[in-house]
């Protein structure tokens, strides 16, 4: 069978009729918010991401966790704030996401916090550096009931590699790859689907074939090419690609570079998914790297609470009156993801 349909028919196996009624709901009240301009709003969250850790071993240059650069503190989420929230929306909950920053393996109990939601018939899925897919860690990630494992590899040889995954090494990023693919073998397990995710910046962009080919030779399911989000992008920056469909930019006549995006007053992500950090602040996405956009705090609130609160009702209404005013907005840009 194809491995993307395969993968597709393992993600359709999670519908419930409870999560499609959600979805139902969400979908409705967004596709309503469009055309009445308020923050209408019914559901609960289709998908959720929930940071592990802020740890990680790499220094990435346009990386929160790999510059050392939060001014927010650096832990570990705790199992019980993740299973309480978990009880509580997990029967409309369809996709859990295990990241935000940082690697997830540093978690002492990672994979079994995967193995919570995976029993809970959740889709379940991570992205990883690979540097701690030891063999005993690879088995365990089979077992866990792990759906999909996104394997950042953004070089095929070292001295490109290293470019952008600064201390990073390719021979364990290929060596995790080949233990978690001879466990699903060993295990006659369909999941993980395996993912070499590859972003796609100027010192590698000649590479792009190349890890095509590798993933092929290994026995990959897929390859993502991911476009590069910079910080600092107007006045250019040496990681922007010359290959114009990967780069999230676009040069000007005067030599700055913009956006090239459309900026919308809305967003899907604030109708049907959110952000929790390890230590249970509820962000609204993945581009609040730093959670200044605080919408609740689960040791105080419960997730139901704070997802119909008063903070969240107005910041979707923001949103909708004008987007540009908020400052994580500016760098946005979804959908920005090519699969080779």
């Known amino acids: 069978m194809n491995r993307n349909l395969s993968d597709g028919l393992n993600f359709a196996s ?54 050392r650069s939060f001014t927010r503190p650096t832990g570990m989420l705790e199992g019980d704030l993740f299973k309480r929230t978990i009880d509580e929306i997990g029967a409309e909950l369809l996709y859990l996401i295990f990241y935000f920053q940082g690697e997830p393996y540093l978690h002492p109990q990672f994979l079994e916090m995967v193995q919570y939601a995976s029993q809970k ?22 077992e866990s009931g792990l759906d999909r494992l996104i394997i950042s590899i953004d070089g095929t040889t070292q001295d ?6 600064v201390g990073g090494k390719l021979h364990k990023v290929i060596e995790g790859t080949k233990h978690i693919l001879k466990w699903k073998k060993e295990l006659k397990s369909q999941t993980p689907h395996v993912i070499f995710q590859f972003l796609v910046v100027q ?51 005067d030599g700055t570079y913009r956006i090239k995006n459309k900026f919308v007053d809305h967003c899907w992500k604030m109708w049907h998914s959110c952000v929790i950090t ?14 200044e956009y605080r919408l609740g705090d689960l040791k105080q609130d419960s997730f139901k609470q704070l997802w119909k609160s008063k903070p969240y009702e107005q910041f979707r209404a923001s949103l909708i009156r004008s987007r540009s005013e908020i400052e994580m907005c500016k760098n946005c840009t979804e959908g920005t993801k090519v699969w080779g």
């Open 160 to 165: 490109v590699y290293q470019q952008y995954r």
């Open 121 to 142: 018939g959740i889709y379940t899925a991570t992205s990883t550096n690979a540097h701690y897919l030891t063999d005993a860690n690879a088995k365990k990630t089979v």
């Open 14 to 67: 999670k519908l419930t009729a409870r999560r499609v009624w959600n979805g139902l709901k969400v979908v409705s009240s967004y596709i309503e918010s469009k055309i009445t301009q308020k923050p209408v709003h019914r559901g609960l969250p289709i998908a959720l991401s929930f940071e592990p850790t802020t740890s990680c071993n790499l220094r990435c240059p346009e990386c929160p966790s790999g510059l």
């Open 203 to 253: 010192p590698n962009e000649h590479q792009i074939e190349d890890v095509k080919k590798l993933a092929a030779e290994l026995g990959v399911d897929a390859v993502g090419l991911k476009t590069a989000q910079i910080y600092d992008y107007e006045g250019g920056d040496p990681l922007i690609p010359t290959i114009d469909k990967y780069s999230r930019y676009a040069k000007q006549t």
């Open 278 to 291: 390890w230590d249970g602040l509820v962000v609204p996405c993945c581009f609040d790297k730093d959670a």
